[in-house]
């Protein structure tokens, strides 16, 4: 069971700015009401610039958070842009690998770089909520859907199935202080959708969010990302992803198809597409371009073959990531997904 959290700011430095302190305050009274003991990195409220200016800082706390024994749980505040100028401090003499311990690392977005750290070093994590995102909704309560994940991961260190949820939610457009308490807009949710192969297919899911892995492979929005990456060998190699699971979902930049496409397009050339067991995909925020991604990923891996000779599995519309709510989806361990029943098991 988990009893202290310590939130960390590897991205994006917002948590620190005071324009959101009404949600920060929000997202600590919700956990210290769950029980939790909450923690914060020494760097972790900074604020934007002085984070922008110091990846060496946010390196430090991530490398704190790890050694600290009382810390259970390693909450991300939010994502951003450019976590991949960590590497250096957590790599280069082999800090990080120093400083691990066993516990629960929690993130999305941008941190999909951190996740792929990790499990570089051989550590299981947990893709699909953040503090600011999750714990620090603006409405009366967390999202129901939110929290059963949340809960089940501070009650049990894990997270054992996953299923659909009932409804969607549209994204907010304003967050200030006079939005604590009102609704969002929701919709009814479909539920998990196999776009082609066998609708039950197992491996161990890694992946993220789909302009991550473009960044971080190309370095099209910051010109040394893709150097970093090569040098510290952060993207798995085509052997590494055989039988794993992908994941992949988009963020809140709302790529168009022609990039959404490109970036499939790259992954199948580097290996991945045509290794894994199985995909899947994120509903994107607000729907945003979901019939050209579902198109996209058909006509790029439509002829892909899983080892067993039969259509590569594509399951769409799983409320991870950057759609609200989010599940909580376990890196690392052995998954089952079964699309007919609607559920995704995990080993303990």
């Not at 809140?252 to 045509?274: I, M, N, S």
């Amino acid at each position: 069971m988990i009893h202290t959290v310590c939130i960390v700011s590897l991205s994006r430095g917002i948590i620190g700015e005071p324009f959101v302190k009404h949600e920060t305050d929000l997202g600590v009274r919700r956990l210290e009401e769950m029980g939790l003991k909450v923690k914060f990195g020494a760097h972790a409220l900074m604020g934007i610039r002085y984070l922008d200016e110091h990846p060496e800082k946010r390196a430090e706390d991530l490398l704190a958070a790890f050694r600290d024994p009382e810390t259970d749980l390693i909450l991300c505040a939010i994502g951003g842009d450019d976590t991949y100028r960590l590497a250096p401090w957590l790599f280069e003499h082999g800090e990080l690998a120093a400083a691990l311990r066993p516990k629960p690392f929690l993130g999305f977005s941008d941190t999909t770089v951190n996740h792929l750290m990790l499990h570089k070093l051989g550590l299981p994590t947990f893709y699909g909520q953040s503090f600011l995102a999750d714990l620090c909704e603006l409405d009366a309560e967390l999202l129901p859907y939110t929290r059963r994940y949340f809960e089940e991961l501070i009650r049990t260190g894990t997270v054992r199935r996953v299923t659909p949820s009932p409804v969607w939610y549209e994204e907010r457009t304003q967050w200030g202080p006079d939005q604590v308490g009102v609704p969002r807009v929701s919709h009814p949710n479909p539920g998990f959708e196999l776009l082609q192969g066998p609708p039950v297919f197992e491996g161990k899911i890694l992946g993220g969010c789909i302009e991550s892995l473009y960044d971080l492979l190309t370095g099209s929005r910051y010109g040394d990302e893709a150097e970093i990456c090569e040098k510290y060998g952060l993207f798995p190699n085509a052997e590494d992803w055989k039988g794993r699971i992908l994941l992949l979902e988009s963020s809140q930049e709302k790529p168009g198809p022609a990039l959404y496409e490109k970036t499939l397009e790259l992954l199948k050339d580097r290996g991945v597409l045509g290794a894994v067991s199985g995909v899947l995909l994120g509903k994107p925020m607000d729907g945003a371009f979901e019939a050209e991604y579902k198109e996209a990923i058909l006509q790029v891996a439509g002829e892909l073959r899983t080892a067993d000779g039969l259509p590569l599995p594509i399951v769409s519309n799983l409320s991870v990531g950057h759609a609200t709510p989010r599940c909580i989806l376990p890196f690392g361990v052995d998954a089952r997904v079964d699309a007919e029943r609607q559920i995704i098991t995990f080993a303990p």
